[in-house]
Protein backbone atom coordinates (compact mmCIF):
# COMPACT_ATOMS: atom_id res chain seq x y z
CA UNK A 1 0.00 0.00 0.00
CA UNK A 2 2.46 2.80 1.13
CA UNK A 3 4.58 1.73 -1.85
CA UNK A 4 1.59 2.33 -3.81
CA UNK A 5 1.83 5.44 -2.43
CA UNK A 6 4.54 6.05 -3.22
CA UNK A 7 4.89 5.36 -6.79
CA UNK A 8 1.44 7.69 -7.63
CA UNK A 9 3.09 10.26 -5.98
CA UNK A 10 5.71 10.11 -8.31
CA UNK A 11 3.77 9.84 -11.15
CA UNK A 12 1.51 12.80 -9.94
CA UNK A 13 4.82 15.12 -9.46
CA UNK A 14 5.62 14.06 -13.48
CA UNK A 15 2.29 14.88 -14.50
CA UNK A 16 2.40 18.02 -12.69
CA UNK A 17 6.03 19.32 -14.03
CA UNK A 18 5.17 18.04 -17.66
CA UNK A 19 1.60 19.80 -17.56
CA UNK A 20 3.07 22.96 -16.30
CA UNK A 21 5.86 22.95 -18.48
CA UNK A 22 3.49 23.17 -21.41
CA UNK A 23 0.91 25.85 -19.56
CA UNK A 24 4.47 27.95 -18.72
CA UNK A 25 5.99 27.52 -22.85
CA UNK A 26 2.25 28.42 -24.36
CA UNK A 27 1.86 31.15 -22.29
CA UNK A 28 5.17 32.43 -23.23
CA UNK A 29 4.55 31.64 -26.68
CA UNK A 30 1.29 33.65 -27.04
CA UNK A 31 3.49 36.61 -25.37
CA UNK A 32 6.42 36.68 -27.35
CA UNK A 33 3.71 36.36 -30.16
CA UNK A 34 1.80 39.58 -28.86
CA UNK A 35 5.31 41.82 -27.83
CA UNK A 36 6.77 41.72 -31.69
CA UNK A 37 6.65 39.97 -34.96
CA UNK A 38 8.19 36.50 -34.74
CA UNK A 39 8.58 36.63 -30.98
CA UNK A 40 6.92 33.17 -30.15
CA UNK A 41 9.77 31.11 -31.10
CA UNK A 42 11.79 33.45 -28.64
CA UNK A 43 8.90 32.61 -26.45
CA UNK A 44 9.26 29.25 -26.09
CA UNK A 45 12.47 29.58 -25.89
CA UNK A 46 12.24 31.27 -22.63
CA UNK A 47 9.21 29.38 -21.29
CA UNK A 48 11.46 26.38 -22.00
CA UNK A 49 13.92 28.03 -20.10
CA UNK A 50 11.49 29.10 -17.29
CA UNK A 51 10.21 25.77 -16.54
CA UNK A 52 13.41 23.97 -16.90
CA UNK A 53 14.57 26.47 -14.03
CA UNK A 54 11.81 26.60 -12.36
CA UNK A 55 11.79 22.52 -12.24
CA UNK A 56 15.79 22.20 -10.84
CA UNK A 57 14.78 24.75 -8.10
CA UNK A 58 11.72 23.21 -6.45
CA UNK A 59 13.10 19.81 -7.12
CA UNK A 60 16.61 20.10 -5.56
CA UNK A 61 15.55 23.67 -2.94
CA UNK A 62 12.05 23.14 -3.22
CA UNK A 63 12.40 22.88 0.44
CA UNK A 64 14.67 25.53 1.31
CA UNK A 65 12.21 28.25 -0.97
CA UNK A 66 9.56 27.32 1.45
CA UNK A 67 11.05 27.35 4.48
CA UNK A 68 12.55 30.78 3.73
CA UNK A 69 9.36 32.09 2.59
CA UNK A 70 8.02 31.42 6.10
CA UNK A 71 10.94 32.69 7.70
CA UNK A 72 11.74 29.33 9.53
CA UNK A 73 14.91 28.52 12.08
CA UNK A 74 16.54 25.06 11.58
CA UNK A 75 17.08 23.59 15.42
CA UNK A 76 20.32 22.71 16.16
CA UNK A 77 20.72 18.75 16.16
CA UNK A 78 22.79 18.78 19.02
CA UNK A 79 20.83 20.65 20.96
CA UNK A 80 18.52 18.25 23.16
CA UNK A 81 15.85 20.37 22.44
CA UNK A 82 11.56 18.45 23.07
CA UNK A 83 10.89 18.98 19.18
CA UNK A 84 14.29 17.45 17.92
CA UNK A 85 13.95 14.54 20.41
CA UNK A 86 10.19 13.81 19.22
CA UNK A 87 11.48 14.08 15.77
CA UNK A 88 14.14 11.58 16.11
CA UNK A 89 12.00 9.06 18.19
CA UNK A 90 9.74 9.56 15.02
CA UNK A 91 12.44 8.65 12.53
CA UNK A 92 13.38 5.14 14.86
CA UNK A 93 9.71 4.44 14.39
CA UNK A 94 9.43 4.78 10.88
CA UNK A 95 12.78 3.11 10.06
CA UNK A 96 12.96 6.59 7.86
CA UNK A 97 15.87 8.92 8.31
CA UNK A 98 15.69 12.09 10.51
CA UNK A 99 14.76 15.17 8.64
CA UNK A 100 16.45 18.78 9.30
CA UNK A 101 13.61 20.30 11.69
CA UNK A 102 12.62 23.99 11.40
CA UNK A 103 10.87 26.34 14.12
CA UNK A 104 9.01 29.23 12.49
CA UNK A 105 8.19 32.29 14.50
CA UNK A 106 4.49 31.91 14.04
CA UNK A 107 1.94 31.98 16.96
CA UNK A 108 -0.72 29.74 15.00
CA UNK A 109 -0.64 26.67 16.00
CA UNK A 110 0.42 24.62 12.73
CA UNK A 111 3.05 22.27 11.05
CA UNK A 112 4.32 21.37 7.39
CA UNK A 113 7.03 19.19 6.06
CA UNK A 114 8.72 19.46 2.59
CA UNK A 115 11.40 18.30 0.35
CA UNK A 116 11.48 15.68 -2.69
CA UNK A 117 12.44 12.40 -0.36
CA UNK A 118 13.34 11.15 3.07
CA UNK A 119 16.80 11.61 2.41
CA UNK A 120 16.21 15.49 1.50
CA UNK A 121 13.07 16.33 3.71
CA UNK A 122 12.47 19.26 6.26
CA UNK A 123 9.85 19.42 8.75
CA UNK A 124 9.18 22.87 10.11
CA UNK A 125 6.71 23.51 12.90
CA UNK A 126 5.27 26.94 14.36
CA UNK A 127 6.04 28.47 17.84
CA UNK A 128 2.64 28.07 18.41
CA UNK A 129 2.31 24.38 18.01
CA UNK A 130 5.00 24.31 20.54
CA UNK A 131 3.23 26.08 23.47
CA UNK A 132 -0.41 24.87 23.42
CA UNK A 133 0.57 21.08 22.50
CA UNK A 134 2.29 18.04 25.16
CA UNK A 135 4.34 16.15 24.61
CA UNK A 136 2.04 13.25 23.42
CA UNK A 137 0.45 15.44 21.41
CA UNK A 138 3.36 17.05 19.55
CA UNK A 139 4.48 13.26 18.84
CA UNK A 140 0.83 12.53 16.99
CA UNK A 141 1.55 15.42 14.87
CA UNK A 142 4.73 14.64 14.26
CA UNK A 143 4.12 11.85 13.19
CA UNK A 144 1.97 12.46 10.88
CA UNK A 145 4.62 14.89 9.46
CA UNK A 146 6.95 12.32 9.00
CA UNK A 147 4.54 9.82 7.19
CA UNK A 148 3.57 12.26 4.52
CA UNK A 149 7.34 12.14 4.00
CA UNK A 150 7.44 8.30 4.45
CA UNK A 151 4.85 8.33 1.21
CA UNK A 152 6.21 10.89 -1.18
CA UNK A 153 3.64 13.12 -0.33
CA UNK A 154 5.93 15.99 0.24
CA UNK A 155 7.43 15.55 -3.08
CA UNK A 156 4.42 16.17 -5.15
CA UNK A 157 3.24 18.86 -2.60
CA UNK A 158 6.87 20.73 -2.48
CA UNK A 159 6.93 21.03 -6.41
CA UNK A 160 3.18 22.28 -6.65
CA UNK A 161 3.59 24.99 -3.63
CA UNK A 162 7.14 26.34 -5.46
CA UNK A 163 6.26 25.62 -9.68
CA UNK A 164 2.42 27.17 -8.94
CA UNK A 165 3.85 29.66 -6.76
CA UNK A 166 6.15 31.04 -9.19
CA UNK A 167 3.96 31.10 -12.10
CA UNK A 168 1.95 33.24 -10.01
CA UNK A 169 4.78 35.58 -9.18
CA UNK A 170 5.79 35.44 -13.09
CA UNK A 171 2.28 35.84 -13.69
CA UNK A 172 2.35 39.00 -11.84
CA UNK A 173 5.82 40.53 -13.09
CA UNK A 174 4.42 39.87 -16.60
CA UNK A 175 1.17 41.97 -15.09
CA UNK A 176 3.03 44.97 -13.94
CA UNK A 177 5.62 45.11 -17.03
CA UNK A 178 2.65 45.01 -19.02
CA UNK A 179 1.01 48.02 -17.25
CA UNK A 180 4.16 49.86 -17.77
CA UNK A 181 5.10 49.14 -21.53
CA UNK A 182 1.05 49.55 -21.91
CA UNK A 183 0.82 53.31 -21.30
CA UNK A 184 4.24 53.78 -22.72
CA UNK A 185 2.92 52.66 -25.98
CA UNK A 186 -0.11 54.59 -25.21
CA UNK A 187 1.86 57.46 -25.49
CA UNK A 188 4.17 56.55 -28.01
CA UNK A 189 1.50 55.34 -30.31
CA UNK A 190 -1.54 55.71 -28.91
CA UNK A 191 -3.10 52.09 -29.06
CA UNK A 192 -1.54 48.65 -30.36
CA UNK A 193 -0.93 47.48 -26.96
CA UNK A 194 -4.74 45.91 -26.89
CA UNK A 195 -4.45 43.04 -28.19
CA UNK A 196 -1.41 42.23 -25.61
CA UNK A 197 -3.84 43.08 -23.15
CA UNK A 198 -6.69 40.99 -24.48
CA UNK A 199 -4.14 37.86 -25.03
CA UNK A 200 -2.72 38.30 -21.36
CA UNK A 201 -6.31 38.32 -20.36
CA UNK A 202 -6.45 35.39 -21.82
CA UNK A 203 -3.68 33.86 -20.47
CA UNK A 204 -4.58 34.65 -17.13
CA UNK A 205 -7.62 33.73 -17.03
CA UNK A 206 -6.25 30.51 -18.12
CA UNK A 207 -3.47 29.86 -15.54
CA UNK A 208 -5.54 31.45 -12.52
CA UNK A 209 -7.95 28.30 -11.99
CA UNK A 210 -5.57 26.00 -13.26
CA UNK A 211 -2.74 26.96 -10.56
CA UNK A 212 -5.70 26.94 -8.05
CA UNK A 213 -6.31 23.27 -9.38
CA UNK A 214 -2.91 21.99 -9.09
CA UNK A 215 -3.47 23.57 -5.18
CA UNK A 216 -6.26 22.11 -4.32
CA UNK A 217 -4.82 18.58 -5.97
CA UNK A 218 -1.87 18.83 -3.79
CA UNK A 219 -4.00 17.37 -0.70
CA UNK A 220 -6.56 14.81 -0.30
CA UNK A 221 -8.68 13.78 1.92
CA UNK A 222 -7.68 10.55 1.11
CA UNK A 223 -4.08 11.12 1.52
CA UNK A 224 -4.41 13.07 5.67
CA UNK A 225 -6.72 10.22 6.48
CA UNK A 226 -3.60 7.94 5.61
CA UNK A 227 -1.20 10.25 7.54
CA UNK A 228 -3.54 10.24 10.57
CA UNK A 229 -3.63 5.98 10.24
CA UNK A 230 -0.01 5.74 9.39
CA UNK A 231 0.73 8.12 12.52
CA UNK A 232 -1.50 6.37 14.57
CA UNK A 233 0.60 2.71 14.07
CA UNK A 234 4.15 4.80 14.27
CA UNK A 235 3.22 5.87 17.94
CA UNK A 236 1.27 3.32 19.14
CA UNK A 237 -1.09 5.69 20.40
CA UNK A 238 -3.82 7.61 18.22
CA UNK A 239 -4.90 9.40 21.23
CA UNK A 240 -2.11 12.13 21.22
CA UNK A 241 -2.84 12.93 17.89
CA UNK A 242 -6.42 13.03 18.53
CA UNK A 243 -6.21 15.06 21.10
CA UNK A 244 -4.04 17.41 19.55
CA UNK A 245 -6.41 17.87 16.49
CA UNK A 246 -8.70 18.26 19.18
CA UNK A 247 -6.91 21.38 20.73
CA UNK A 248 -6.35 22.85 17.36
CA UNK A 249 -9.88 22.72 16.65
CA UNK A 250 -10.57 25.54 19.41
CA UNK A 251 -7.94 27.96 18.75
CA UNK A 252 -7.94 30.19 15.51
CA UNK A 253 -5.10 32.15 15.86
CA UNK A 254 -3.87 34.27 12.43
CA UNK A 255 -1.13 32.67 10.94
CA UNK A 256 1.75 35.68 10.52
CA UNK A 257 4.26 33.71 8.06
CA UNK A 258 1.94 31.43 6.19
CA UNK A 259 1.32 32.26 2.32
CA UNK A 260 -1.10 30.95 -0.22
CA UNK A 261 1.81 28.79 -1.51
CA UNK A 262 3.04 27.09 1.13
CA UNK A 263 -1.45 26.37 2.52
CA UNK A 264 -1.89 23.46 1.57
CA UNK A 265 1.25 21.69 2.94
CA UNK A 266 0.11 22.17 6.56
CA UNK A 267 -1.16 19.87 9.24
CA UNK A 268 -4.32 21.62 9.43
CA UNK A 269 -5.63 24.03 6.91
CA UNK A 270 -4.18 27.86 8.04
CA UNK A 271 -7.20 30.59 8.24
CA UNK A 272 -5.49 32.64 5.86
CA UNK A 273 -7.71 35.28 3.93
CA UNK A 274 -8.12 33.57 0.84
CA UNK A 275 -10.39 35.58 -1.92
CA UNK A 276 -12.22 31.94 -2.85
CA UNK A 277 -11.64 30.23 0.44
CA UNK A 278 -14.40 27.79 -0.46
CA UNK A 279 -12.24 26.75 -3.98
CA UNK A 280 -9.60 25.61 -1.48
CA UNK A 281 -11.31 24.02 1.53
CA UNK A 282 -9.72 20.34 0.64
CA UNK A 283 -8.38 19.85 3.89
CA UNK A 284 -10.69 16.98 5.53
CA UNK A 285 -12.94 18.47 8.30
CA UNK A 286 -10.88 17.80 12.01
CA UNK A 287 -13.97 16.41 13.66
CA UNK A 288 -13.74 13.37 10.71
CA UNK A 289 -10.01 13.13 11.50
CA UNK A 290 -10.77 12.76 15.36
CA UNK A 291 -13.46 10.22 14.91
CA UNK A 292 -11.11 7.90 12.47
CA UNK A 293 -8.72 8.24 15.19
CA UNK A 294 -11.42 7.60 18.49
CA UNK A 295 -12.59 4.48 15.91
CA UNK A 296 -8.79 3.34 16.09
CA UNK A 297 -7.98 4.01 19.53
CA UNK A 298 -11.10 1.84 20.72
CA UNK A 299 -10.37 -1.38 18.75
CA UNK A 300 -6.74 -1.22 20.19
CA UNK B 1 20.12 -29.67 -28.16
CA UNK B 2 17.14 -27.87 -27.53
CA UNK B 3 16.17 -30.05 -24.30
CA UNK B 4 19.90 -29.68 -22.87
CA UNK B 5 19.35 -26.14 -23.43
CA UNK B 6 15.91 -25.82 -21.10
CA UNK B 7 17.87 -27.77 -18.46
CA UNK B 8 20.68 -25.18 -18.55
CA UNK B 9 18.02 -22.55 -18.16
CA UNK B 10 16.42 -24.26 -15.53
CA UNK B 11 19.41 -24.93 -14.02
CA UNK B 12 20.44 -21.21 -14.14
CA UNK B 13 17.09 -19.61 -12.93
CA UNK B 14 17.43 -21.49 -10.23
CA UNK B 15 21.02 -20.85 -9.51
CA UNK B 16 19.67 -17.03 -9.67
CA UNK B 17 16.69 -17.31 -7.40
CA UNK B 18 19.24 -19.29 -4.32
CA UNK B 19 20.94 -16.27 -4.68
CA UNK B 20 18.50 -13.67 -4.42
CA UNK B 21 17.49 -15.43 -1.70
CA UNK B 22 20.65 -16.11 -0.01
CA UNK B 23 21.24 -12.09 -0.13
CA UNK B 24 18.16 -11.02 1.07
CA UNK B 25 18.28 -13.17 4.17
CA UNK B 26 21.69 -11.59 4.71
CA UNK B 27 19.88 -8.31 4.27
CA UNK B 28 17.49 -8.48 6.46
CA UNK B 29 20.04 -10.55 8.96
CA UNK B 30 22.17 -7.40 9.14
CA UNK B 31 19.45 -5.51 9.59
CA UNK B 32 18.69 -7.28 12.74
CA UNK B 33 21.89 -6.74 14.23
CA UNK B 34 21.98 -3.05 13.52
CA UNK B 35 18.84 -2.66 15.06
CA UNK B 36 19.91 -4.52 17.97
CA UNK B 37 23.30 -2.58 18.09
CA UNK B 38 20.90 0.48 17.87
CA UNK B 39 19.01 -0.31 20.37
CA UNK B 40 21.99 -0.89 23.00
CA UNK B 41 23.36 2.57 21.93
CA UNK B 42 19.92 3.57 23.59
CA UNK B 43 20.25 1.70 26.70
CA UNK B 44 23.63 2.58 27.24
CA UNK B 45 22.63 6.33 26.96
CA UNK B 46 20.22 5.36 29.78
CA UNK B 47 22.12 3.33 32.18
CA UNK B 48 24.47 6.73 31.74
CA UNK B 49 21.53 9.29 32.59
CA UNK B 50 19.88 7.27 35.32
CA UNK B 51 22.58 8.28 37.80
CA UNK B 52 22.61 12.22 36.87
CA UNK B 53 19.28 12.03 37.52
CA UNK B 54 18.74 10.47 41.05
CA UNK B 55 22.11 12.80 42.23
CA UNK B 56 19.95 15.41 41.24
CA UNK B 57 16.67 14.01 43.06
CA UNK B 58 18.58 12.79 46.00
CA UNK B 59 18.55 16.35 47.99
CA UNK B 60 14.74 16.85 47.26
CA UNK B 61 13.62 13.44 47.94
CA UNK B 62 15.04 12.86 51.03
CA UNK B 63 11.80 10.67 52.14
CA UNK B 64 11.92 8.71 49.00
CA UNK B 65 15.25 6.80 49.87
CA UNK B 66 13.17 3.23 48.59
CA UNK B 67 12.20 4.75 45.39
CA UNK B 68 15.34 5.66 44.22
CA UNK B 69 17.17 2.33 45.17
CA UNK B 70 14.84 0.68 43.44
CA UNK B 71 16.10 2.28 40.36
CA UNK B 72 19.41 1.90 41.10
CA UNK B 73 18.71 -2.31 41.67
CA UNK B 74 16.76 -2.40 38.76
CA UNK B 75 19.38 -0.78 36.33
CA UNK B 76 22.06 -2.74 37.73
CA UNK B 77 19.71 -6.11 36.90
CA UNK B 78 19.19 -4.35 33.58
CA UNK B 79 23.36 -4.38 32.86
CA UNK B 80 23.78 -7.54 33.41
CA UNK B 81 21.03 -9.02 30.84
CA UNK B 82 22.26 -9.08 27.55
CA UNK B 83 19.47 -11.08 25.21
CA UNK B 84 16.60 -9.63 23.66
CA UNK B 85 14.87 -11.97 25.29
CA UNK B 86 16.32 -11.04 28.96
CA UNK B 87 16.97 -7.39 27.98
CA UNK B 88 13.17 -7.65 27.35
CA UNK B 89 11.54 -8.35 31.24
CA UNK B 90 14.50 -6.30 32.95
CA UNK B 91 14.46 -3.05 30.60
CA UNK B 92 10.98 -3.17 31.85
CA UNK B 93 11.34 -3.37 35.19
CA UNK B 94 13.67 -0.21 35.13
CA UNK B 95 11.51 1.57 32.83
CA UNK B 96 8.79 0.99 35.55
CA UNK B 97 11.13 2.39 37.98
CA UNK B 98 12.17 5.59 36.52
CA UNK B 99 8.30 6.18 36.48
CA UNK B 100 7.96 6.04 39.74
CA UNK B 101 10.59 8.39 40.25
CA UNK B 102 9.12 10.96 37.62
CA UNK B 103 5.37 10.06 39.97
CA UNK B 104 7.11 10.79 42.91
CA UNK B 105 8.71 14.15 41.73
CA UNK B 106 4.92 15.42 40.77
CA UNK B 107 4.56 16.04 44.62
CA UNK B 108 8.16 18.76 44.76
CA UNK B 109 7.24 22.11 43.19
CA UNK B 110 10.77 23.14 43.56
CA UNK B 111 12.13 19.91 41.20
CA UNK B 112 9.67 20.74 38.87
CA UNK B 113 10.96 24.26 38.66
CA UNK B 114 14.48 22.98 38.43
CA UNK B 115 15.95 23.55 34.78
CA UNK B 116 18.68 20.63 36.04
CA UNK B 117 15.97 18.15 36.73
CA UNK B 118 13.66 19.39 33.60
CA UNK B 119 15.98 18.80 31.02
CA UNK B 120 17.52 15.28 32.68
CA UNK B 121 13.91 13.95 32.68
CA UNK B 122 13.23 14.91 29.54
CA UNK B 123 16.30 13.27 28.37
CA UNK B 124 15.23 10.54 30.20
CA UNK B 125 12.34 10.59 28.47
CA UNK B 126 13.02 10.46 24.74
CA UNK B 127 16.10 7.86 25.73
CA UNK B 128 12.57 5.56 26.72
CA UNK B 129 10.79 6.58 23.80
CA UNK B 130 13.88 5.60 21.44
CA UNK B 131 14.55 2.53 23.45
CA UNK B 132 10.85 1.30 23.05
CA UNK B 133 10.24 2.87 19.39
CA UNK B 134 13.91 0.74 18.25
CA UNK B 135 12.63 -2.19 20.10
CA UNK B 136 9.00 -2.57 17.85
CA UNK B 137 11.48 -1.97 14.72
CA UNK B 138 13.48 -4.93 15.98
CA UNK B 139 10.37 -6.95 16.15
CA UNK B 140 9.24 -5.78 13.20
CA UNK B 141 12.45 -6.97 11.15
CA UNK B 142 12.79 -10.49 13.07
CA UNK B 143 9.54 -11.38 12.02
CA UNK B 144 9.70 -10.53 8.03
CA UNK B 145 13.39 -12.37 8.72
CA UNK B 146 11.82 -14.71 10.65
CA UNK B 147 8.58 -15.62 8.17
CA UNK B 148 11.04 -15.31 5.26
CA UNK B 149 13.29 -18.18 6.64
CA UNK B 150 10.60 -20.47 7.44
CA UNK B 151 8.02 -20.51 4.59
CA UNK B 152 8.45 -22.78 1.78
CA UNK B 153 10.46 -23.20 -0.29
CA UNK B 154 13.17 -20.97 0.61
CA UNK B 155 13.31 -23.01 4.58
CA UNK B 156 15.56 -25.09 2.16
CA UNK B 157 18.14 -22.24 1.42
CA UNK B 158 17.66 -21.08 4.94
CA UNK B 159 18.50 -24.69 6.15
CA UNK B 160 21.15 -25.31 3.64
CA UNK B 161 23.48 -22.00 4.37
CA UNK B 162 22.54 -21.61 8.40
CA UNK B 163 20.33 -19.01 9.05
CA UNK B 164 18.46 -19.24 12.10
CA UNK B 165 15.62 -17.69 13.54
CA UNK B 166 15.85 -14.53 15.87
CA UNK B 167 14.96 -14.20 18.80
CA UNK B 168 11.68 -11.60 19.73
CA UNK B 169 11.99 -8.55 22.35
CA UNK B 170 9.65 -9.71 25.02
CA UNK B 171 7.81 -6.47 26.31
CA UNK B 172 5.00 -6.03 27.98
CA UNK B 173 3.31 -3.17 26.19
CA UNK B 174 0.35 -2.09 29.10
CA UNK B 175 3.67 -1.64 31.79
CA UNK B 176 5.42 0.14 29.05
CA UNK B 177 2.41 2.34 27.88
CA UNK B 178 1.32 3.85 30.76
CA UNK B 179 2.97 5.30 33.83
CA UNK B 180 2.00 3.01 36.99
CA UNK B 181 0.08 5.31 39.87
CA UNK B 182 1.92 5.61 43.12
CA UNK B 183 0.36 5.69 46.57
CA UNK B 184 1.90 8.16 48.64
CA UNK B 185 0.04 7.63 51.85
CA UNK B 186 1.85 4.73 52.95
Given at each position: ????????????????????????????????????????????????????????????????????????????????????????????????ATPKVFIVPDPSPNAFAAGRDPEHASLAVNEGLLQLLNREELQGVVAHEMSHIQNRDILYATIVAV?????????SFFRNTWFYSGSRRRNNQGGGSGGLLLILGIVFAILAPIVAKLIQLAISRQREYLADASAAMMTRD??????????????????????????????????????????????????????????????? | ??????????????????????????????????????????????????????????????????????????????????????????????????????????????????????????????????????????????????????????????????????????????????????????
Open positions: MIYDQIASNKRKSFVLVFFLSVVIIAACYFIGQAWMVNGGILGIVIGAGISVVLFLISYYSGDSVLLSSVGAKQVDPHSSSQLYNVVKEMSISSGCMAGMVVLIAPSGLASALRKLQQVSVKPTTSNDAVAPLYFIEPHLNFNAASLFSTHPPIEDRIARLEQMAYIK | MSPLIYILGAIVLIALWVMSKYNSFVVLRNRIENAWAQINVELKRRYDLIPNLIEAVKGYMKYEKEVLESVTNARTEAMKANTPATSGPAEDKLTQAVHNVFAVMENYPDLKANENVLKLQEELTTTENKIAFSRQFYNDIVMRYNQSIQVFPSSFIANIFGFKTKEYFEVDQTQVKDAPKVDLNI
